[in-house]
Nanobody, 117 residues
Framework: QVQLVESGGGLVQPGGSLRLSCAAS????????MGWYRQAPGKRRELVAS???????NYADFVKGRFTISRDNAKNTVSVEMNSLKPEDTAVYYC???????????WGQGTQVTVSS
């Protein structure tokens, strides 16, 4: 019902920046919540940032002040600008969308972000 296509991952040096984007398509055209999770090897998937349809944002403490999430409701896209990247930000980043409360969450395929010198 919903397909998510992510882009923007890659290799960056510590202190560098990356922008991840995610485009949603399919039979659902509105999403209460959109955002990003990440999963590092051997660790659980964790929330990075989320944004509601109205623009309210929520950030994990470990990215506050460094990452900025945004969305385009007309295009059903969500992006995260990641600055001052650290080696510990290395992970697979997953986009998600949730149409509404008590509705299933849809996930992207994941995009690798590697922060290394």
């Amino acid at each position: 019902q919903v397909q998510l296509v992510e882009s923007g991952g890659g290799l960056v040096q510590p202190g560098g920046s990356l922008r991840l984007s995610c485009a949603a398509s399919g039979s659902i055209f509105s999403f209460d919540s959109m955002g990003w999770y990440r999963q590092a090897p051997g660790k659980r998937r964790e929330l990075v940032a989320s944004i509601t349809k109205g623009g309210s944002t929520n950030y994990a403490d470990f990215v506050k002040g460094r990452f900025t999430i945004s969305r385009d409701n007309a295009k059903n896209t969500v992006s995260v600008e990641m600055n001052s990247l650290k080696p510990e930000d290395t992970a697979v980043y997953y986009c998600y969308v949730r149409p509404g409360n008590f509705q299933p969450v849809y996930w992207g395929q994941g995009t690798q972000v590697t922060v290394s010198s």
